[in-house]
T-cell receptor
Framework: EPEVTQTPSHQVTQMGQEVILRCVPI?????FYWYRQILGQKVEFLVS????????KSEIFDDQFSVERPDGSNFTLKIRSTKLEDSAMYFCASSPNGQGGGNTIYFGEGSWLTVV | GDSVTQMEGPVTLSEEAFLTINCTYT??????LFWYVQYPGEGLQLLLKATKADDKGSNKGFEATYRKETTSFHLEKGSVQVSDSAVYFCALQGYNQGGKLIFGQGTELSVKP
């Protein structure tokens, strides 16, 4: 069964460093997403991406975050200058379309980011 | 804004016990409702979903019914197994909100033999 893959599975970085989390969405999907889960808290939506541009973003997704689809298969999340509070599990996801009404979102296994 | 509230965990049950995990929501319009499951060391997997009132989603022995009058989508299973041990997330998707999911806080289930 096709799946969303993410790398790295775990990254430790120093505060202030840039981090890039990588994802390969399911090949025929058109919409891509990033979510995060701070330990012990809810899974939160960060951003959705379609046709090479952001379609929606949450208030969490501020100027230190950016997303990119650098080629036909990868989808990346960049955090420019990491803070301690960015420590979280980051989930990449994809879906065939971007509509509501029961559109199933497929998630990767997550990238655990620890900022020290 | 839209929100989802789940019963707090962890929930510990013996094998073959009956499971209920409560989920209630607040939303405008007519959201779709989902249960996702996260097994240890794995990502979020769709367990079941329902897209309109009175729909019942079911999969792997789990069921949940979309109750508009009580704004609920409780997850049930008649007889749990050790392999059901996981974290369960209730989520909603607004009708006009594309793929964005709003999650509850997750409920950890531990099933003992």
């Amino acid at each position: 069964e096709p799946e969303v893959t993410q790398t790295p599975s775990h990254q430790v970085t120093q505060m202030g460093q840039e981090v890039i989390l990588r994802c390969v969405p399911i090949s025929n999907h058109l919409y891509f997403y990033w979510y995060r889960q701070i330990l012990g808290q809810k899974v939160e939506f960060l951003v959705s991406f379609y046709n090479n541009e952001i379609s929606e973003k949450s208030e969490i997704f501020d100027d230190q975050f950016s997303v990119e689809r650098p080629d036909g298969s990868n989808f990346t999340l960049k955090i420019r200058s990491t803070k301690l509070e960015d420590s979280a599990m980051y989930f990449c996801a994809s879906s065939p379309n971007g509509q509501g009404g029961g559109n199933t979102i497929y998630f990767g296994e997550g990238s655990w980011l620890t900022v020290v | 804004g839209d929100s989802v509230t789940q019963m707090e965990g962890p929930v510990t049950l013996s094998e073959e016990a009956f499971l209920t995990i409560n989920c209630t929501y607040t939303a405008t319009g007519y959201p779709s409702l989902f249960w996702y499951v996260q097994y240890p060391g794995e990502g979020l997997q769709l367990l079941l979903k329902a897209t309109k009132a009175d729909d019942k989603g079911s999969n792997k022995g789990f069921e949940a019914t979309y109750r508009k009058e009580t704004t609920s989508f409780h997850l049930e299973k008649g007889s749990v197994q050790v392999s059901d041990s996981a974290v369960y997330f209730c989520a909603l998707q607004g009708y006009n909100q594309g793929g964005k999911l709003i999650f509850g806080q997750g409920t950890e289930l531990s099933v003992k033999p």
